[in-house]
């Protein structure tokens, strides 16, 4: 067995030099308040992030999602259903998909994005952040249609961020980064920093505090926090982060 205090030790990762760890902010569902606040706060910022967006929400505000591109941030899929279980009585349950259904979902999403966008996407969100499909017996991991499909699949509301030197690709932790003010993130950052870790903020809107809403004030203690070279921090896309990640570990 390995001893706890081994376990307990940073991930021994070669970040890029005086980094110690990484985050990607990502958002989504296309939600209107990512273009109508977001787009100009991350661009006074300075700061790419990772949008999963919802093809019916993009195809609302399409010029707005261009623009997103053209300043540089990532557009990942987010399935075209946004299947999740039925439990939640929004949509289709995962439960009644099989495997078929689920591919040829999130083919016609990808199609759509690589449409109007002109992109093919490399990141791939799990709505709610449940990776199955059927239910009992007939239950089923979708992972690996993610892993044949994209270079990265994120997950929701998950307990640690990743780390590198053995992270699944295909099913990254995401950290739930709605409704916390910033001292609440810093403690997740100077951990992950300590640990040598990636975080990846998962948000939804971004205005004032709240529910599914990431602040507009936490976002900009963070760019403060992510400029200053003595806090070691790493940022970028959930694709550039993982591509530097595929290249720099065993």
Known sequence: ATP???????HQFPWPAGKRFAVSL???DARLSQLDVGQRLLADLKLQATFYVSIPAMLKRLDGWKQMVNDGHEIGNHSFSHACTGNYRFTK?????????????????????EHH???????????CGQKFIGRGRTARSYVPLIADRFQTG???????PNVPTVCDLAALMGTH????DFSAWRTILDKAAREGRWVIFAGHEIGQLGHQITSTETLRAFAT?????ANGLCRDTVSS??????????
Do not use: V
């Open 4 to 10: 706890l205090a081994a376990l307990a030790q940073p």
């Open 26 to 28: 990502s958002f989504d």
């Open 93 to 113: 349950p995962l439960e009644d998909f099989t495997l078929e259904e689920m591919a040829a979902d999130i083919d016609r999403a990808t199609g759509e994005i």
């Open 117 to 127: 966008l002109n992109l093919k996407p490399k990141s791939f969100a799990y709505p």
């Open 154 to 160: 994120r997950g929701y509301y998950d307990e640690m």
């Open 177 to 180: 980064g709605d409704g916390l």
């Open 225 to 229: 926090y992510a400029a200053d070279p």
């Open 241 to 250: 982060i993982a591509s530097y990640i595929n290249t720099h570990r065993a």
